[in-house]
């Protein structure tokens, strides 16, 4: 099977173009032994098959990080049959770089110049033919985003595999060839200019060279102010994630009735038929309620998609990203992070996602492991009821102060222990980032990407919440539907003396437990292990139909917990793994188990620590 | 002087670009090469620049403008 692969610089449209092409047909995995995403897959023309490799996104090829020796090596040995570089139409003098740096090495390749629909937006007229003429191999002007263009790309690459072409004309670099090894200032400057010198020479008469001012858009006048920009910024962040949940609703609606109206029936049936209830329990909620939260988590998913590639298609992210560089630098984030942590707000899930706008694994593994830090708003809803049992209102409000607080702490421990590995130190340079022109989005093609990470997102959650509710199940079943008959009563009770270190209770202990799984199972738990009307499993997976009697609760609540146990419950719940569906998108999306299982680790270690401490602390004073 | 202290609207030359290699190849690979023109399109307080270079609007951290020398002409 012949192999291409996609070579380009951030910004250029590789992705896209990979995805149009590709389309489901894609595996998204880890370059061996290197933290940098490899995505790879493959399309067909005229019933033959072709494999694509999508090569890591950089400015240059001069082996100065992970992902720049990655792209070398791989072009080097040969194992693309052909090259496709993309370049910025628009930005076409900077964006040929690129193809100055990849022509020493001699391999077969076309020329695709994306974002024609934004060049001749800004009356920049290319001459495609005369840079083919020039470089010795094919120029393709292209939109990456218009469906209808792929037909022409594929014919293209199909006759250069039979009939490759190298580029016949390569940057003179004065030294002979490109230096090897460390280079000096000296060598770095005089190969750049000479590369720079020989994009001049190419694109001479090709495209009009206009020395024109920049002048900023409207729009960007109010966007890049320092003080008003930021708050323009928080503002459209806020309104997509409003945007995304109202196009999740439904479906989460939706899903929400498969297991209220199939558990009693099913339920009902099976027990009718003397099945073990055992299996009864498995099918009749365990089955409805995996299908729900899958289903929940894959139309977040598809919400915060649309929402994103709108906003990073049309150019916003970027400023987005200018605005609060440098406060997350700090931390050893870049400024996009800023867009997934506030969505960190309404949902863990959606903010976990959000972070594929990330430019590489690391920044995106450390922001995800930011984003857990984020209460989300089942966690503002919960934690109001829990602290009206013990406190008064200002009470409620000063803990709801103190949780926004240690936001910033935990954030600041996340950057302490994680971001050394996955955002060294010496790779935390200061901001330079493009700010791409403001484009049109072009809505057919976000639908279809969104869709198909929804999809995706779906089928594999199916199997992650399977697994991982199991093993809750096994652990909360009791035969005879009282708490006292669950493993995880048995365990809970025998572990008391050590939870009890960490502030809590058997009881609060195992809430604080289901609260890694489901924000929303907490207070169904409680409900369960303080009153009993209910059994744990079902309190567990039916949190929301379960009904927790507020009421009654608190009455048998603030008799047996004291009101220290009652605020190290709260910041340890706020602060656990957020949930079983935040857990899984976070290992969809790192592809990492082993950073994963770390994070998760780390905020289950760390919430039980805070609740030591906030217990002992408050003890002092309640 | 340095490119940090360029007024908004103006447009300088890049006359030097230090010997930080670490920083020369970053830069230069965006296209900011020594004779390159630059127009400083915003230069806030404690903000990185905006800058034009090459058909590209760029944000650039204010440190790293510290870093390089310009001229700017009349």
Known sequence: MSTIALLGQPNSGKSTVFNQLTGARQHVGNWPGKTVEKKDGSFSYNGVKYELVDLPGSYALSGNSDEEIITEDFIKSGKADLVCILVDASQLERSMYMVSEFASMGKPAILILNMMDVAEKQNKSIDADLLSSRLGIPVLPFTAAEGKEYGKLKELIVKELSDPHTLSSTPYLASGKESKGKKSADQLKAESETKFQWVSEMLDGVTKTKSEKYELSKFDRIAIRPVLGKFVTIGIILLAFLVAMIICIPFMSLGSMIPQYTSGPISDALTGWNVHPWLVSIFSLMIPNVIYFSLSMAAFVLGVNLVFGFLEEVGFLARAAYQFDGVLSKIGLQGKAVAPLLMGFGCTIGGSCGTRVMDNWGQKMLAMAAVWAIPCASIWAIVPVISGMFFPAWGTLLICLGILLYIFVMIFLVSKIFGKKLAPVESRTGMIMELPPYHKAHWKHILKESFFKALDIFLRALRTVTLISLLFWALSYSKSGAVEDSILYKVGTTIEPVTKFFGMGWRTFMAFLSSAFAKEAVLGVLNSVFIGDNSLLNATFNAKTSGADAGSLSTVMSNSVSKAEALAFMFAVTFNIPCVMALSTTYRESHSLKWTSRVAFFYFGSALILSCIVYHLASLFM | ?74
């Open chain 2, 1 to 74: 002087m340095k490119l940090s202290e360029v007024k908004v609207d103006q447009i300088a030359t890049i006359r030097a670009l230090g010997s930080d290699t670490h920083f020369l190849s970053r830069v230069t690979s965006i296209g900011m090469t020594e004779g390159t023109r630059v127009q400083v399109v915003r230069n806030d307080r404690k903000m990185p620049l905006l800058i034009y270079v090459r058909e590209t609007l760029l944000a650039l951290n204010r440190k790293d403008c510290e870093k390089i020398e310009v001229e700017v002409k009349a």
